[in-house]
């Protein structure tokens, strides 16, 4: 389980979206994503100066259940000494009146109390997280929606003339699921969610569950493709961030500008200038770029390696790529492994690499199949002696 408290404030500070003394309204449904923003606030609010208050809305389509949802909530608020207020509202009512779907109607009249709990400058928050994101996105895709439509969610927008934040945008379930039972904080569940008439329910359900049987990663790349057309369609082109005075031989992109951009812009960057200097983006992962941005800050002299033999290298404010030296002169160097009882986990690190091994009984399904990846070998445990 990741600590989200870091990621949040650290996204808070990028968007720059709460300022000292600010209101931050946020949608609390009772749920365990929104529950799980909640605390998070709450324990941010003094570190960053804003006033946190509650709005949790029972839109009258789960008659009991909704009104039960609405009271934890309520509760949950006065435990942490923070204002909540309490907003019943007829959705199936608007959604005849209007001809829209219940799902839109309810969206539309939770938005309208939140803004009305906002006030004037108010920030309003809510707690979607990485699979809303790109159930989103699959939803929109298959409606034949436009480029526009492919962006997903915005982490910041406005909505009836105030700012709307998204934090637990790029959050995996599992790490807001893991959050809360460490702190053994409970959390309503809607029924409605395990509904199949609704067809997000059913992405959510049976389509994102397919996606991630071929790639475990699925979500995750998902969001990663609408953050990447987002920046575009912000116009980051990364040769806005070239160094003056650099050539094509060896362009070196300006840190300090780059720095003066949010996390997500930067990573748009220089995935594009990796893709234009590398000769191929193959073996480049998400994790490459993240460690790119990582050397934005890590001071003069420091590099980080990449595929093909290239390695990145932050020097004197200009970040650029180069041919990896060869290394030379290193002396070999073994490691004692000491014999492991069956799930035991055994590591030692050096100054480059950490190494973790585990022993397992091998099933059989795994006989057939090892899975190949750059960074885990498989070992069989009879045939090693001594």
Same mark, same amino acid.
């Given at each position: 389980?990741?600590?989200?408290?870091?990621?949040?404030?650290?996204?808070?500070?990028?968007? $720059?979206?709460?300022?000292?003394?600010?209101?931050?309204? %946020?949608?609390?449904?009772?749920?365990?994503?929104?529950?799980?923003?909640?605390?998070?606030? !709450?324990?941010?609010?003094?570190?960053?100066?804003?006033?946190?208050?509650?709005?949790?809305?029972?839109?009258?389509?789960?008659?009991?259940?909704?009104?039960?949802?609405?009271?934890?909530?309520?509760? %949950?608020?006065?435990? &942490?000494?923070?204002?909540?207020?309490?907003?019943?509202?007829?959705?199936? /009512?608007?959604?005849? @009146?209007?001809? =829209? /779907?219940?799902?839109?109607?309810?969206?539309?009249?939770?938005?309208?109390?939140?803004?009305?709990?906002?006030?004037?400058?108010?920030?309003?928050?809510?707690?979607? #997280?990485? =699979?809303?994101?790109?159930?989103? !996105?699959?939803?929109?895709?298959?409606?034949?929606?436009?480029?526009?439509?492919?962006?997903?969610?915005?982490?910041?927008?406005? *909505?009836?003339? #105030?700012?709307?934040?998204?934090?637990?945008?790029?959050?995996?379930?599992?790490?807001?699921?893991?959050?809360?039972?460490?702190?053994?904080?409970?959390?309503?569940?809607?029924?409605?969610? /395990?509904?199949?008439?609704?067809?997000?329910?059913?992405?959510?359900?049976?389509?994102?569950? @397919?996606?991630?049987?071929?790639?475990?990663?699925?979500?995750?790349?998902?969001?990663?493709?609408?953050?990447?057309?987002?920046?575009?369609?912000?116009?980051?082109?990364?040769?806005? &961030?070239?160094?003056?005075?650099?050539?094509?031989?060896?362009?070196?992109?300006?840190?300090?500008?780059?720095?003066? @951009?949010?996390?997500?812009?930067?990573?748009?960057?220089?995935?594009?200038?990796?893709?234009?200097?590398?000769?191929?983006?193959?073996?480049?992962?998400?994790?490459?770029?993240?460690?790119?941005?990582?050397?934005?800050?890590?001071?003069?002299?420091?590099?980080?390696?990449?595929?093909?033999? =290239?390695?990145? *290298?932050?020097?004197?404010?200009?970040?650029?790529?180069?041919?990896?030296?060869?290394?030379?002169?290193?002396?070999?160097?073994? %490691?004692?492994?000491?014999?492991?009882?069956?799930?035991?986990?055994? /590591?030692?690190?050096?100054?480059?690499?950490?190494?973790?091994?585990?022993?397992? !009984?091998?099933?059989?399904?795994?006989?057939?199949?090892?899975?190949?990846?750059?960074?885990?070998?498989?070992?069989?445990?009879?045939?090693?002696? $001594?």
């Amino acid at each position: 389980m990741s600590e989200l408290k870091e990621p949040v404030k650290r996204f808070i500070r990028e968007y $720059n979206m709460i300022r000292q003394k600010d209101t931050v309204v %946020l949608g609390l449904s009772g749920g365990g994503d929104s529950v799980c923003l909640f605390l998070l606030l !709450v324990s941010l609010q003094k570190e960053l100066g804003f006033r946190l208050k509650t709005v949790t809305v029972d839109h009258g389509i789960r008659g009991e259940e909704g009104r039960e949802d609405a009271a934890f909530a309520k509760r %949950l608020s006065i435990k &942490y000494d923070i204002p909540c207020r309490v907003v019943r509202v007829d959705a199936p /009512s608007l959604a005849r @009146e209007e001809g =829209m /779907s219940l799902e839109e109607a309810a969206r539309r009249l939770r938005y309208q109390a939140l803004c009305e709990a906002a006030q004037g400058n108010g920030v309003i928050a809510v707690a979607h #997280h990485a =699979m809303d994101q790109a159930e989103t !996105v699959l939803y929109r895709l298959i409606r034949g929606s436009g480029p526009k439509g492919l962006l997903g969610m915005q982490p910041v927008s406005q *909505v009836g003339g #105030h700012r709307l934040i998204r934090p637990l945008l790029e959050t995996m379930p599992e790490e807001i699921t893991g959050y809360l039972a460490a702190r053994e904080q409970d959390f309503c569940t809607d029924s409605t969610n /395990s509904d199949l008439a609704y067809a997000r329910n059913r992405i959510r359900q049976r389509v994102l569950p @397919e996606l991630m049987a071929i790639n475990p990663k699925a979500i995750l790349h998902i969001c990663q493709a609408a953050r990447r057309l987002q920046a575009q369609e912000e116009g980051e082109d990364y040769r806005r &961030y070239l160094a003056a005075g650099t050539s094509n031989r060896k362009r070196c992109l300006d840190i300090d500008l780059l720095l003066m @951009e949010n996390r997500s812009v930067q990573e748009q960057v220089l995935y594009d200038f990796l893709a234009d200097e590398m000769p191929g983006m193959r073996d480049v992962t998400s994790r490459h770029v993240s460690l790119v941005a990582d050397l934005l800050t890590a001071g003069t002299g420091k590099k980080v390696d990449l595929p093909f033999g =290239m390695e990145a *290298v932050n020097e004197y404010k200009n970040l650029y790529l180069q041919k990896r030296e060869e290394e030379t002169g290193e002396e070999p160097w073994e %490691l004692e492994v000491p014999l492991l009882e069956e799930g035991e986990l055994w /590591s030692v690190s050096t100054d480059r690499w950490e190494i973790r091994m585990k022993r397992r !009984v091998a099933r059989p399904k795994d006989m057939g199949h090892f899975p190949r990846k750059n960074y885990t070998k498989w070992f069989d445990y009879d045939k090693i002696k $001594n």
